[in-house]
């Protein structure tokens, strides 16, 4: 019992904390540090390494328990500072009357169940007299130290299979040693021997349940992982039949082979019987690759012959073609496909062209004669145009996509058009005139230029990422921004099209200015939360000076880092007193207070 009520005093002083402020709560609270890791079933929760919870001194219970009354406070806890060594400590209500706790020579004179710290060398589990000490379970002795200090087990069970031994020391200190399965077996009984190509490397392996050892050599073979090992007969014999010099021959090429082999051209083959290899090339052909042959050949894909070709027999082209050089045709020639020329077309005897033909070099035509439809996709240049005398209306050419028509035109449209209109610091200078809305400058004017007449009329603006002046104007569908203040004589809704229910009313999440600061700090009107970071050292976050001016205004400063309660957060107003005094000091990390002006002194509403 003793032990239970020690423990009881020794968390009620380690818990940790500050002192308690009268704040109504109806939810979680921890206080101290790592506010962020809250105790699920504690309702209320202290954590310190050098904060204590201070409970209430009382010098007696007469004054306590005449405003108890009839009250039931059970649980209720309290120090006594009654100045005796006898009743001073912490006392707990129970069953209508105070209990105490713990005495500390209550709690160190008997040894813990949980554990002791603040040992003494003196300390010990024994007797003191020549008797022995029995360990015991279940009433029945197991462990017995004798007298002369001889220790017994009384039950010790067998077992042949255990491999681990006791061993002791020259100073008597007890220590495990496992032995190997070998050491209870002979060593010839103990040693394989194994060949084969699926060791990867020559070790020696031991199998722990049997204790056996054995020998592993790699042999080398095309599906083992070893970098050496044994050779077999058949493995030799072939390296042998490879050092001769002469067992690769070259054969007669072949014409067909394999689908899975029309890509590479040739193949190598290996003859067991001779030990010898056999390089067989493949005639190339319209869908397999291979070597040129002197015989008839049909060949796939496109060739390219960028030097001379000399064709010796017909030459027939069923195809489109292309011929990066000069073609000479001396003969009659018939092409039946598109072709084209990249280069001088020099034509001396009779041509028939049964298909297009497509010329991308300079080509000189005297008199052409076109009955078909022509399509040039060069300039056509015109060197001599017959002269016309004035009329009213002519008719001209005009491209309506990649055709050419003829189309009747009136010199009136050009004589009695409007050729300019002015506006603003420009001038037009085209006839197609559009009248446009803009919203380019800072003010409203009218702009022209040279197709366009613009009517501006910019969007309202403060200096932004595209706004290097604050500028007036229109109020847009879209994101903007607004220089100087701004007054709402009624309410304003934000996020809702309904009318404004409050003063301001706020359909969504709301964004408010936090600051972060490792140095004294003064706040100003563009402030609303402050981190106060005092790892380095304590600071001061000043107030500004309570006004009718700026009566309401609330202010969040929380304490943040790891300086510790040595590093404290001073908060001060300019001006007048908050909480009634001259400052306010937060000690613990991770703590916080809200505050409010009157317009006179600053107030903590929240904290």
Do not use: C
């Not at 040693?191 to 990867?200: C, F, L, M, V």
């Not at 040595?566 to 300019?574: G, R, S, T, W």
Request: charged share 15%; glycine share 10%; aromatic share 6%.
């Amino acid at each position: 019992m003793k032990s239970v009520i020690r423990n009881t005093s020794r968390t009620l002083v380690l818990a940790g904390g500050i002192t308690l402020a009268a704040t109504a709560a109806n939810a979680q609270m921890k206080i101290g540090d790592n506010p962020s890791q809250i105790t699920k079933s504690a309702i209320l929760e202290l954590n310190s390494t050098k904060q204590g919870l201070l409970l209430p001194r009382v010098p007696n219970f007469t004054a306590i328990d005449a405003a108890i009354g009839t009250d039931v406070v059970d649980g209720m806890v309290v120090y006594l500072a009654s100045g005796s060594a006898t009743t001073e400590g912490i006392y707990m209500r129970k069953a209508g009357a105070w209990v105490k706790i713990a005495s500390t020579a209550d709690a160190l004179a008997n040894w813990s169940l949980k554990g002791n710290a603040g040992t003494a060398a003196t300390d010990y589990i024994g007797t003191s007299d020549a008797q022995p000490l029995s360990i015991r379970t279940n009433g029945v002795e197991a462990i017995g130290v004798q007298a002369d200090r001889q220790v017994k087990l009384s039950t010790v069970n067998a077992d042949n299979t255990t491999l681990e031994v006791i061993m002791l020391s020259a100073a008597g200190v007890v220590a495990k040693r496992t032995l190997p399965q070998t050491a209870f077996n002979t060593l010839f009984n103990n040693i394989k021997t194994t060949a084969d190509s699926a060791n990867a490397a020559f070790n020696v392996t031991e199998n722990v349940a049997t204790g056996e050892v054995t020998v592993n050599a790699p042999i080398l073979a095309p599906s083992t992982t070893a970098t050496y090992g044994f050779l077999k007969k058949s493995d030799w014999d072939k390296l042998q039949a490879l050092s001769s010099g002469n067992n690769m021959s070259i054969a007669d090429f072949i014409t067909t082979v394999a689908a899975a082999e029309v890509n590479r051209g040739g193949r190598i083959t290996y003859d067991a019987a001779t030990a010898s290899y056999k390089l067989e090339l493949v005639a190339a052909g319209a869908a397999q690759a291979g070597i040129v042959t002197t015989g008839v050949q049909t060949f796939g894909g496109d060739k390219t012959f960028n030097g001379a070709t000399t064709v010796a027999n017909t030459l027939n082209v069923s195809g489109a073609t292309t011929l990066g050089n000069n073609l000479s045709v001396t003969g009659t020639s018939t092409l039946t496909g598109a072709t084209t020329v990249g280069g001088t077309l020099g034509v001396t005897g009779a041509t028939n062209l049964g298909n297009n033909l497509t010329v991308t070099g300079g080509t000189t035509l005297n008199t052409l004669a076109v009955t078909n439809a022509t399509t040039l996709n060069g300039t056509l240049d015109l060197t001599t145009v017959a002269n016309a005398a004035t009329a009213t209306s002519y008719d001209v050419l005009v491209r309506e996509g990649s055709t050419v028509t003829k189309r009747p035109f009136d010199l009136d449209a050009i004589a009695k058009a409007i050729r300019t209109i002015k506006a603003g610091t420009g001038t037009t200078d085209n006839v197609n005139v559009n009248f446009k809305t803009d919203s380019v400058g800072t003010n409203f004017d009218i702009q022209a230029t040279t197709n366009d007449v613009s009517f501006n009329l910019p969007n309202a603006s403060a200096v932004d990422a595209s706004h290097t002046t604050a500028q007036r104007g229109v109020v847009s569908t879209g994101n903007q921004s607004f220089a100087g203040n701004k007054s709402f004589a009624a309410g304003v809704a934000v996020g809702t099209s309904a009318p404004a229910n409050s003063t301001l009313e706020v359909n969504g999440s709301v964004q408010m200015r936090i600051y972060r600061t490792a140095v004294s700090y003064t706040l100003s009107e563009t402030d609303n939360t402050v981190l106060a970071d005092a790892t380095a050292g304590a600071l001061t976050i000043t107030l500004p000076a309570p006004a009718a001016g700026i009566a309401g205004r609330i202010y969040t400063i929380k304490k943040i880092g790891t300086g510790d309660i040595n590093n404290a957060v001073k908060i001060q107003p300019a001006a007048g007193t908050i909480e009634g005094g001259a400052d306010y000091m937060i000690y613990n990390d991770w703590t916080f207070i809200t505050v409010q002006t009157d317009g006179v002194n600053w107030y903590i509403i929240r904290k």
